[in-house]
């Protein structure tokens, strides 16, 4: 029956485009929509709907997210429930049905931020964008040959970071901390997660360069506080004082890590990722050596922004260079001569940034291994 | 319970099959004590160095046996509650829902009502468990006026829980410091933190439930047969209501541990509790068509899972290996925990 409806999609989408097409006396327009980028300008919209597809607001990190898309659906002058919200849970098939029933909604008059779940979901989710003249900018996951520059205008941008450079740089600091001797552990997230190899990929680069220290193990703790704290501890039964720093991939891993020391009277100095509130403070207190922020509040109100002002037309996303379409994302390092600046600066205060502005903190292209 | 049938054989007396099943659970758990040791023995003996098995061992050591203790409290409390649930035939699902509800009104309360122990925040406390409570009665009158079977009920109210924590933290994490209420982590007797004697201490009283009172014997009668339970006279309805709610109470009480043991109250505090504690009451010889087992049997299954958890770090497995061992041993706990004689078919 699949064909049946695949007809039917394609139907309505020919004819809103030959409809949209002969508003704006374009003839022709139509038919290379259907066939790759068009060398005029998509149609565009005068109020879109402005939604966010995301894993769920129960992780610290996605609700930064989500609450920086909240933050520009707020400067436009809009309630903040403006925002449609489209949860995965996880799933990303739920993530292309919630997207493709939004699009049918909302007749493509849609400006999407998604993080698609994995990487493969992200090229059906921008076809169905872009064969309903829908504008979608994607975060985190896409593969490596799905580009925006292929897609004409309604594939905005595409933002990761890459996070092997800040953790290797946070292993230098806790590796120059030991007097670049000793022995390290590694608690990391779920395995299979691309920052999680990444961030244990940069502890290694660090490594190369002090000799004297051994990675003594490296064990995935899925994010997660309580399984770090038990994983933490059964590192102490076994390496005991050989452990002289600890590198964690994420600051709610930290949690647990300082908890199960802290069970055991140990004070061993540690570096973490992700710039959270809690983390910050700790980082203040000494607690924690370094933790790299990755502004995820800045990092969700501009993919949004990005979307919606493509699809209001005040900027024409195929006329900007390659670098405003891929790239990556900021990354500020806190440490503790910083961390209450830092803090004042970015957590308590947060900045109201200027939502176009699109491309100031971002950290230039993204390149491909 | 005294075996007859195991008294009146002479010789067979000491090892008959049914003696063996019941002691599976506690057999395993000393395998299991002296098995990882013994890699660690191995793995030194291969290296060359000097190694008396047992007695260098880091694994067989009171540090660690508190730090197993450590990740094992808030399970065994949450564990122990299935258990009351299971025994009925019945399963409860809710916990992970219902540990962050309580986890994070606790914390609520606590930090509005003073933020220490010292003050009127300790009423945060009984809070906790009577919402817990609460959560665990909704949960029975769901199952049992509404008819629906334990599994979707409970699972759903899970999620409801989840929802209900999100929704009050709106995602963020309650920091509960204060040092009096984290001396359950910090200030240790005998080499064991505070928690641990509080789980004991939690453990007696629902031993004392299941064996010396009409509500125990009950949740028996309810899991062994419930049809014959009805006919004489027993109210079920009521029973299960009030076991939901029993259940309730003491995933409040693992909320609070594992309030006690972070310092964090969140969302995801109730995050791999229900694996950990249905595994460990299976593992310690409950048989989930109720009827059998009791609270002694989820603590040493819940000893089994954090003995295996710990003692595969301390190995070092490689991680990729480490879930596929545990449900091996799983597997391996509960079919040598089974008498499957006694069992005619399987659901």
Same mark, same amino acid.
């Given at each position: 029956?699949s064909?049946?409806?695949?007809?039917?999609?394609?139907?309505?989408?020919?004819?809103?485009?030959?409809?949209?097409?002969s508003?704006?006396?374009?003839?022709?327009a139509?038919a290379m929509?259907?066939?790759?980028?068009?060398?005029?300008?998509?149609?565009?919209?005068?109020?879109p709907?402005i939604?966010?597809s995301y894993?769920?607001?129960?992780?610290?990190?996605?609700?930064?997210?989500?609450?920086?898309?909240?933050a520009?659906?707020?400067?436009?002058?809009?309630q903040?429930?403006?925002?449609?919200?489209?949860?995965?849970?996880?799933?990303?098939e739920?993530?292309?049905?919630?997207?493709?029933?939004?699009?049918?909604k909302?007749?493509?008059?849609?400006?999407l931020?998604?993080?698609?779940?994995?990487a493969p979901?992200?090229?059906?989710v921008v076809?169905? !964008?872009?064969?309903a003249?829908a504008?979608?900018?994607?975060?985190?996951n896409?593969t490596?040959?799905?580009?925006?520059?292929?897609?004409?205008?309604?594939?905005?941008?595409?933002m990761?970071?890459?996070?092997e450079?800040?953790?290797?740089?946070?292993?230098?600091?806790?590796?120059?901390a030991?007097?670049?001797k000793g022995?390290v552990?590694?608690?990391?997230g779920i395995?299979?997660?691309?920052?999680?190899?990444?961030?244990?990929d940069?502890?290694?680069?660090?490594?190369k360069?002090?000799p004297?220290?051994?990675l003594?193990?490296?064990?995935?703790?899925?994010w997660?506080?309580?399984?770090a704290a038990?994983?933490?501890?059964?590192?102490?039964?076994?390496?005991?004082?050989?452990?002289?720093g600890?590198? !964690?991939?994420?600051d709610?891993?930290?949690y647990g890590?300082?908890?199960?020391l802290r069970?055991?009277?140990m004070?061993v100095?540690?570096v973490?990722?992700?710039?959270?509130?809690?983390a910050?403070?700790?980082?203040?207190e000494?607690?924690?050596?370094?933790t790299v922020?990755?502004?995820?509040?800045?990092?969700?109100?501009?993919?949004?922004?990005?979307a919606?002002?493509a699809?209001?037309?005040?900027?024409?996303?195929?006329?900007e260079?390659?670098?405003?379409?891929?790239?990556?994302g900021?990354t500020?390092f806190?440490?503790?001569?910083?961390?209450r600046e830092?803090?004042t600066?970015?957590?308590?205060n947060?900045?109201?940034y200027d939502?176009q502005?699109?491309?100031?903190?971002?950290n230039?292209?993204?390149m491909y291994? | 319970?005294?075996?007859?049938s195991?008294?009146?054989?002479?010789?067979?007396?000491?090892?008959?099959?049914?003696?063996?099943?019941?002691?599976?659970?506690?057999?395993v758990?000393v395998?299991?004590?002296l098995l990882?040791?013994f890699?660690?023995?191995l793995?030194d003996?291969?290296?060359?160095?000097?190694?008396? &098995?047992?007695?260098?061992?880091?694994?067989?050591?009171?540090r660690n046996?508190a730090?197993?203790?450590i990740?094992?409290?808030?399970a065994l409390?949450?564990?122990?509650?299935a258990?009351?649930i299971?025994?009925m035939g019945?399963?409860?699902?809710?916990m992970?829902? #219902?540990?962050?509800?309580?986890?994070?009104?606790?914390a609520?309360?606590?930090?509005?009502w003073?933020?220490t122990?010292?003050?009127?925040?300790?009423?945060?406390?009984?809070l906790?468990?009577?919402v817990?409570?609460?959560?665990?009665?909704v949960n029975?009158m769901?199952h049992?006026?509404?008819?629906?079977?334990?599994?979707?009920?409970s699972?759903?109210?899970?999620?409801?829980?989840t929802?209900?924590?999100?929704?009050?933290?709106?995602g963020?994490?309650l920091r509960?410091?204060?040092?009096?209420?984290?001396s359950?982590l910090?200030?240790?007797?005998?080499?064991?933190?505070?928690?641990? &004697?509080?789980?004991l201490?939690?453990?007696l009283?629902?031993?004392?439930?299941q064996?010396?009172?009409?509500?125990g014997?009950?949740?028996y009668a309810?899991g062994g047969g419930?049809?014959?339970?009805q006919?004489?006279?027993?109210?079920?309805?009521?029973?299960?209501?009030?076991?939901?709610t029993?259940?309730?109470?003491?995933?409040?009480?693992?909320a609070l541990?594992?309030?006690?043991r972070?310092?964090?109250?969140?969302?995801?505090?109730?995050?791999n509790?229900?694996?950990v504690?249905? #595994?460990?009451?299976?593992?310690?010889?409950?048989?989930?068509?109720?009827?059998?087992?009791?609270?002694?049997?989820t603590?040493?299954g819940?000893?089994?899972?954090?003995?295996?958890?710990?003692?595969m770090?301390?190995?070092?497995?490689?991680? &990729?290996v480490?879930?596929?061992?545990?449900g091996?041993l799983?597997?391996?706990?509960?079919?040598?925990?089974?008498?499957r004689?006694?069992?005619?078919f399987?659901?």
């Amino acid at each position: 029956m699949s064909f049946i409806k695949k007809f039917i999609e394609q139907e309505t989408v020919s004819r809103r485009n030959f409809l949209l097409a002969s508003a704006y006396g374009i003839s022709g327009a139509a038919a290379m929509r259907m066939f790759g980028p068009s060398p005029v300008q998509a149609a565009t919209y005068a109020d879109p709907t402005i939604a966010w597809s995301y894993r769920n607001r129960t992780n610290p990190y996605w609700n930064e997210i989500v609450s920086g898309g909240e933050a520009f659906v707020e400067s436009l002058g809009k309630q903040k429930e403006f925002l449609t919200h489209l949860i995965n849970e996880g799933s990303s098939e739920k993530s292309l049905a919630d997207v493709k029933a939004l699009l049918a909604k909302t007749n493509g008059e849609l400006a999407l931020a998604i993080d698609t779940n994995d990487a493969p979901n992200a090229r059906p989710v921008v076809e169905a !964008c872009v064969e309903a003249g829908a504008y979608v900018s994607t975060l985190w996951n896409k593969t490596d040959d799905l580009h925006p520059w292929d897609f004409g205008d309604n594939y905005v941008s595409h933002m990761t970071w890459s996070d092997e450079g800040p953790a290797e740089r946070t292993a230098r600091i806790l590796l120059d901390a030991i007097g670049g001797k000793g022995g390290v552990v590694h608690l990391g997230g779920i395995a299979s997660n691309n920052p999680a190899i990444e961030r244990l990929d940069g502890l290694k680069n660090a490594l190369k360069d002090y000799p004297d220290v051994e990675l003594l193990d490296a064990q995935p703790a899925d994010w997660d506080t309580q399984k770090a704290a038990q994983i933490m501890a059964s590192f102490i039964t076994r390496y005991g004082d050989e452990i002289t720093g600890v590198h !964690c991939a994420n600051d709610t891993i930290g949690y647990g890590v300082l908890e199960a020391l802290r069970a055991e009277g140990m004070d061993v100095p540690i570096v973490t990722y992700d710039g959270n509130p809690q983390a910050v403070d700790l980082v203040a207190e000494g607690k924690i050596l370094a933790t790299v922020f990755t502004n995820p509040h800045w990092g969700g109100g501009i993919t949004a922004s990005l979307a919606y002002h493509a699809a209001v037309g005040h900027f024409k996303p195929s006329d900007e260079p390659n670098e405003h379409r891929e790239f990556y994302g900021p990354t500020i390092f806190v440490t503790p001569d910083d961390a209450r600046e830092f803090k004042t600066n970015y957590l308590e205060n947060v900045p109201t940034y200027d939502w176009q502005d699109f491309w100031g903190p971002s950290n230039g292209q993204i390149m491909y291994k | 319970m005294t075996d007859i049938s195991a008294q009146t054989e002479a010789l067979g007396g000491l090892l008959t099959r049914d003696r063996i099943v019941r002691w599976a659970p506690v057999l395993v758990l000393v395998a299991l004590v002296l098995l990882f040791p013994f890699f660690e023995f191995l793995a030194d003996l291969v290296e060359g160095k000097e190694h008396v &098995y047992l007695l260098d061992s880091r694994f067989f050591s009171i540090r660690n046996g508190a730090r197993i203790g450590i990740a094992a409290t808030p399970a065994l409390m949450v564990a122990v509650g299935a258990t009351f649930i299971i025994i009925m035939g019945s399963i409860d699902l809710s916990m992970e829902g #219902t540990i962050s509800v309580c986890a994070v009104l606790f914390a609520f309360a606590f930090l509005g009502w003073g933020g220490t122990l010292a003050s009127w925040a300790w009423l945060a406390i009984p809070l906790a468990l009577v919402v817990g409570a609460l959560l665990g009665f909704v949960n029975g009158m769901i199952h049992v006026r509404l008819k629906i079977p334990s599994f979707m009920a409970s699972l759903a109210m899970g999620f409801v829980g989840t929802g209900l924590a999100l929704l009050l933290t709106g995602g963020d994490r309650l920091r509960v410091e204060d040092e009096l209420f984290r001396s359950l982590l910090t200030v240790r007797w005998l080499n064991f933190p505070i928690m641990c &004697y509080v789980a004991l201490a939690f453990l007696l009283l629902a031993w004392f439930i299941q064996s010396h009172t009409a509500l125990g014997r009950n949740f028996y009668a309810v899991g062994g047969g419930e049809q014959l339970a009805q006919s004489s006279g027993l109210n079920v309805a009521r029973v299960r209501i009030m076991g939901f709610t029993l259940a309730g109470i003491f995933f409040a009480v693992g909320a609070l541990l594992a309030v006690g043991r972070i310092g964090i109250a969140e969302t995801a505090t109730g995050n791999n509790f229900m694996f950990v504690s249905i #595994t460990a009451v299976v593992v310690g010889g409950t048989a989930l068509w109720g009827g059998i087992g009791g609270v002694w049997n989820t603590l040493v299954g819940v000893l089994i899972v954090n003995v295996i958890n710990n003692g595969m770090v301390v190995i070092g497995l490689p991680p &990729y290996v480490q879930d596929g061992v545990l449900g091996t041993l799983v597997i391996l706990a509960v079919a040598l925990s089974t008498n499957r004689k006694s069992v005619t078919f399987v659901k």
